[in-house]
């Protein structure tokens, strides 16, 4: 059979309890003074971050939000002025005359409701105007 040594350090006596409590209060005493207070400081240095970075992220939906606000403000107030140069043009159409055949020199000089203002394409028209003519 097979004879079992028991060894000494694992018997739990009063001199072993003692030494373990001493070494583990010194072990604890250190952590405590060299490695806990740094890990707590950077915890709630981490803390203060993450609240920090959250209310930042709600300021920026709130911007968000407003700028997504003006810009439909915007985009509306573009369709109502692209919708009402349509009807402008529209009825700009209506009021011109469907071809240059119908109109005069005369007309061009003397009706200046759909004539154009610059000499250069009144000139334009006139020339226009002659090469149907020839034609």
Same mark, same amino acid.
């Not at 583990?24 to 890990?39: D, H």
């Not at 920090?52 to 606000?69: F, G, H, P, S, V």
């Not at 055949?101 to 028209?125: F, G």
């Given at each position: 059979?097979?004879?079992?040594?028991?060894?000494?350090?694992?018997?739990?006596?009063?001199?072993?309890?003692?030494?373990?409590?001493?070494?583990?209060?010194?072990?604890?005493?250190?952590?405590?003074?060299?490695?806990?207070?740094?890990?707590? #400081? =950077?915890?709630?240095? $981490?803390?203060?971050? &993450?609240? !920090? @970075?959250?209310?930042?992220?709600?300021?920026?939906?709130?911007?968000?939000?407003?700028?997504?606000?003006?810009?439909?403000?915007?985009?509306? #107030? =573009?369709?109502?002025? $692209?919708?009402?140069? &349509?009807? !402008? @043009?529209?009825?700009?159409?209506?009021?011109?005359?469907?071809?240059?055949?119908?109109?005069?020199?005369?007309?061009?000089?003397?009706?200046?409701?759909?004539?154009?203002?610059?000499?250069?394409?009144?000139? !334009?028209?006139?020339?226009?105007?002659?090469?149907?003519?020839?034609?």
């Amino acid at each position: 059979m097979f004879i079992l040594e028991i060894n000494p350090l694992v018997l739990p006596d009063i001199g072993l309890v003692f030494w373990n409590t001493i070494a583990f209060v010194v072990l604890l005493v250190i952590l405590g003074k060299f490695a806990w207070k740094p890990m707590l #400081k =950077a915890i709630a240095d $981490r803390e203060n971050g &993450i609240e !920090e @970075a959250l209310l930042r992220a709600d300021k920026m939906k709130a911007e968000i939000a407003t700028m997504q606000n003006e810009n439909e403000a915007l985009l509306a #107030k =573009a369709r109502e002025e $692209r919708a009402t140069l &349509i009807k !402008e @043009a529209k009825a700009f159409n209506k009021d011109y005359p469907p071809n240059y055949t119908e109109i005069t020199p005369k007309d061009i000089y003397a009706d200046t409701s759909y004539a154009p203002r610059d000499p250069r394409a009144k000139a !334009e028209i006139l020339y226009k105007l002659i090469c149907r003519w020839l034609a």
